[in-house]
């Protein structure tokens, strides 16, 4: 919608915005975002500051939610689990879900964000693709707090990470940038189509199952095994399990380049999507 | 278009399929509509979907500093046009180009979320408007002292009255410091006493050289505050100039005063709804025109029973292989109800091929035509190197009706006298619904 070449910074006063129809392909406008990174930042910061707002235990529930989860499923599947896992199932479980939960909560927030914030669409200009972007980033902070609950879960066990661990950072950049491929495309699609939103939880239920977190990659035969890196989060939650335990528990192998090839084209694709339809957001929405 | 100015605005327009506003779809009517629209095109041809230009070429030029309102009925364009202007929609045609940060106040508390509390709706909100964090914490006492919040600045704002919330909301948007301000309408919230704030505050803004453009309903507002106005009608620019005429034009017709017959010169400009010159040189220029009875003496109150002439006096200055006329009448509601062109004509051979020289095209409207009416005189001038210019309400054409055989009864647009035939039906056979 606006100029990319010519345009100055947002709060540059000679900067010169030339606004005129746009056809095709176009790049995203990198200086612009830089310029609205202080937006970012309150939009994240604000989804975090809500969430929990009103709430008994407040910001407690971002440790109970995994914590409880991953006992739940320990109870109930822990057993039948064991087999293909040489760490204790809890700590298997428990890494996976700290990703699929940044994933899911991005599903359900992002995926409606559009909507829910009409008004920046509707009653001031903000580059679009912050608004679906916030509530991803917002999650990073239940990651964090994930994480002391691991690292209590890993003491209790007496599990040491392997060195792998140094590239933490990376899958957990991973995971949100499967979680944002994702979204542009489900928020980008629920604003013409609100079917979208109603759908989504029967999207993560079945994502979930799809996805080796309350099981261990180990459990399908070696020649079929790359093949679930079709799916993003495989490659995510089993990126975890081997920067946390190592090769034993997890390979990063055909697997991971698969999952790193699709985030790639599910990311670049669902920018541009996002971007084609953005320009009729006010008009739809 | 001046190339200092900090808007530049060619050609805008902005098209809506009917009934995209409208709702959102369900997946499952798209899904429907893509099995049948095959079947359906098919059978019935492909059916256009039906479009309004909400904006339709509109040009205009905003230096530093000024302050330009915006009027028109609802639905006219204001708020398409500002929207356009900041970004939040696409034009379908044209171009802007903005000098300069700007800043649009559609609506006051955008992004304000009631469980943050006064405090941090500030910087959220100052930040959703384009402000940096550094300005907004440094004009932070400014904005909650305006807003009269002080007491309650860590409160969730869910806990404010909602003459509170506004009042927050405005003093934020107040404090914005664009070079180009875009404003929607703001004033119409909050009590008398604090619009009357808003509107000082408004004033003060005018006065720091901030080019703005102002969308009001309020026409009080928009003489107080903006020397120059633009007119919207339907989309289309129909007025551009000192806010005075600009409300004069918006308000409908000179009402009292007898419309004069002839129109020419500054006056005649007054009534251009769309010029489009695209060489620095005009090919022609209209310079009269005028409202004629038989006898050729300027009239506009005619009878029926009268012809009315209608000539076009303009020079031209360079050879035109085509001009056309076109001439309307149209009723207060802008429709039209008679269209003639000098193409029409048969003996005229297509358009005019003009050389250099002073030219008057005349048209006569048939006696018999028209009921118990009013009609404003529409002319456009269209010559085929890309140059139009269209004038509106150039003048009223009133008329009486005189009657048809003593019947007096002429409450219509178009009264001419037909022909009736009465037959007997009875030999038929009788038929019942």
Known sequence: MSAVAETGSHYDAGRITVIEPKRGWRALDLRELWDYRELLYFLIWRDVKIRYKQTAVGAAWVAVQPALTALIFTVVLGHYAKLHSNIPYMLLTLSAFIPWLLFANALTASTKS????????????????????????????????????????????????????????????????????VTFWLSALNVKYRDVQYGIPFLQQAWFFATPVAYSAAIFPLSIRPWIGLNPMAGVVQGFRWTLFGNGVAQVGHLMLLSFGVTAVLLVLGLEYFRRVERSFADVV | MSSDAVIAAEGVGKRYRLGERESYAALRDVIAAAVTAPIRRAREGRVPRPEIWALDDVSFGLGRGEVLGLIGANGAGKSTLLKVLSRITEPTKGRVVLRGRVGSLLEVGTGFHPELTGRENIMLNGTILGMRRAEIVRRFDEIVEFSGTEKFLDTPVKRYSSGMQVRLAFAVAAHLEPEILLVDEVLAVGDAEFQQKCLGKMRDVTREGRTIVFVSHNLAAVRALC???????????????????????????????????????????????????????????????????????????????????????????RPIPALRLLVTLSDDNQVNVLRTETIDDPAADGPLRLEPGTYRSVVRLPRGLFGETELDLNVSLIAEVNQVVDYTAVATIEIRFAGHAGNMRGNAMLRPQLEWRTESADERAPTSA
């Open chain 1, 114 to 181: 559009i909507v829910e914030n009409q008004a920046l669409v509707t009653k001031v200009y903000v580059p679009r693709v912050l608004i679906p972007l916030a509530p991803v980033l917002a999650g990073l902070v239940d990651m964090l707090v994930g994480f002391v609950v691991l690292a209590a879960a890993m003491v209790w066990y007496g599990t040491v990470p392997s060195w792998h661990i140094v590239f933490l950072p990376f899958f957990m950049l991973f995971a949100v940038v499967a979680s944002v491929a």
């Open chain 2, 227 to 317: 020397p120059r106005a633009l007119v919207l009608e339907k989309g289309r620019l129909v007025f551009d100039g000192a806010t005075e005429d600009a409300v004069h034009r918006y308000l409908g017709h000179v009402s009292g005063e007898a419309t004069p017959a002839v129109v020419e010169g500054e006056r005649l400009r007054l009534h251009v709804a769309k010029e489009r010159l695209y060489s620095d040189q005009p090919f022609f220029e209209c310079t009269r025109i005028s409202v004629l009875d038989d006898d050729g003496l300027p009239c506009s109150a005619f009878g029926s029973d009268e012809e009315i002439v209608i000539a076009v006096d303009y020079r031209v200055f």
